[in-house]
């Protein structure tokens, strides 16, 4: 059964196409890559998928189980999409603290779980200004799964990540296909494409193309 679904959608900026009526089924359980040059409108498929822009025309339909008819951002959703910001003056547990706090549907248990999964030690005093880029990415993953989410949007995960976190987030993400769950994500790294997409999609001529 398909999580997402993009019927004939058509965006353009400023007078230049992105998509022009493009279709896409995303399938439950599966977990699906975008591939695509600079510039092709991966951050913009992301951000309509979650209701954060909307297409000039056509329909992005989501499952209903995720999409509350009183909220415009699917619920249960993971996300990373372009880099998000933190309180630079708060450690990396403070942050994830405070945006726990804004549905109230975890504790400090379940965020401390979740840093662990992607190898940024919860315990850390060192405030988010003074984090590397592989550390920022770390703590933009464990947001995107912190609540449990059961779909997960992201783009680049495994940007400024070193081999050894590469290899922890994939198993994590394997893991959460085995758990019938549904990932989407963009690489720049056709390794990442080969060893997890079970589908991949390209982003062409303003168009999605299934390619496997």
Same mark, same amino acid.
């Given at each position: #059964?398909? /999580? ?5 959608? !058509? ?5 230049v ?22 510039? *092709? ?6 951000? #309509? ?8 025309t056509?329909? /992005? ?6 999409q509350?008819?009183?909220? !415009? ?13 933190y ?5 990396? +547990?403070?942050? +994830?603290?405070?945006?726990?706090k804004?549905?109230?549907?975890i ?27 592989? #550390? ?9 799964? #912190?609540?449990?989410?059961? /779909? ?7 940007n ?8 922890l987030?994939r198993n ?5 296909r085995?758990?019938?769950?549904? /990932? ?19 982003? *062409?001529?303003?168009? +999605?193309?299934?390619? *496997?």
């Amino acid at each position: #059964m398909p /999580v997402i679904e993009l019927e004939k959608v !058509t965006k353009s900026f400023k007078g230049v196409p992105i998509f022009d009526n493009a279709s896409a089924t995303f399938e439950a359980g599966k977990i699906h890559g975008i591939v695509g040059p600079n510039g *092709s409108g991966k951050s913009i498929l992301f951000k #309509m998928i979650c209701g954060f822009i909307l297409p000039d025309t056509g329909k /992005v339909i989501i499952d209903s189980q995720y999409q509350s008819p009183s909220r !415009t951002f699917p619920e249960q959703f993971g996300v990373i999409i372009d880099r998000p910001g933190y309180l630079p003056q708060k450690t990396g +547990l403070d942050n +994830l603290r405070d945006l726990a706090k804004i549905r109230g549907a975890i504790g400090d248990a379940e965020i401390r779980d979740a840093m662990e999964k992607v190898g940024l030690p919860p315990g850390l005093k060192q405030k988010a200004r003074n984090y590397s880029l592989g #550390m920022k990415q770390k703590l933009a993953l464990a947001q995107a799964i #912190m609540e449990d989410q059961k /779909v997960l949007i992201l783009d680049e995960p495994f940007n400024a990540l070193d081999a050894d976190s590469v290899d922890l987030v994939r198993n994590l993400l394997k893991k959460h296909r085995e758990q019938g769950r549904t /990932v989407i994500f963009t690489s720049h790294n056709r390794e990442d494409i080969d060893l997890l997409a079970d589908h991949t999609l390209r982003i *062409s001529n303003s168009k +999605l193309e299934r390619i *496997s």
